[in-house]
Nanobody
Framework: EVQLVESGGGLVQPGGSLRLSCAAS????????MIWVRQAPGKGLEWVSG????????YYRDSVKGRFTISRDNAMNTLYLQLNSLKTEDTAMYYC???????????????????WGQGTQVTVSS
């Protein structure tokens, strides 16, 4: 069965950095596009970033563009999200999500379903 395990979150001050990881198993990781989504307290799920199966094309919502970098290591079945210049508004639970073939993954307009993993908490506070 598909398993996605997020890690790397933590508490940082505004302007700080974190690198999130998503360890994947139970499927052919290199054959799937992947996305990162997040959910702030009391808010709905929000699309953050997407990457194609090869890792050659990336997408970001406007509010994180220039600050976040999505990448993947297909040999290690791992997805990453580098978060730099963090803002308080980035505080949320972050999840990685496998994209079904043909589904939207390249922009904030993409519908976001319920994540399968446990998520990793990012808290940005002074």
């Amino acid at each position: 069965e598909v398993q996605l395990v997020e890690s790397g979150g933590g508490l940082v001050q505004p302007g700080g950095s974190l690198r999130l990881s998503c360890a994947a198993s139970g499927f052919a990781f290199s054959s799937y596009a992947m996305i990162w989504v997040r959910q702030a307290p009391g808010k709905g799920l929000e699309w953050v970033s997407g990457i194609n199966s090869i890792g050659s094309t990336t997408y970001y919502r406007d509010s994180v563009k220039g600050r976040f970098t999505i990448s993947r290591d297909n040999a290690m079945n791992t997805l990453y999200l580098q978060l730099n210049s963090l803002k308080t508004e980035d505080t949320a639970m972050y999840y990685c999500v496998r994209v079904r073939p043909g589904d939207c993954y390249s922009g904030s307009w993409c519908p976001v379903g319920r994540p399968w993993g446990q998520g990793t908490q990012v808290t940005v506070s002074s």
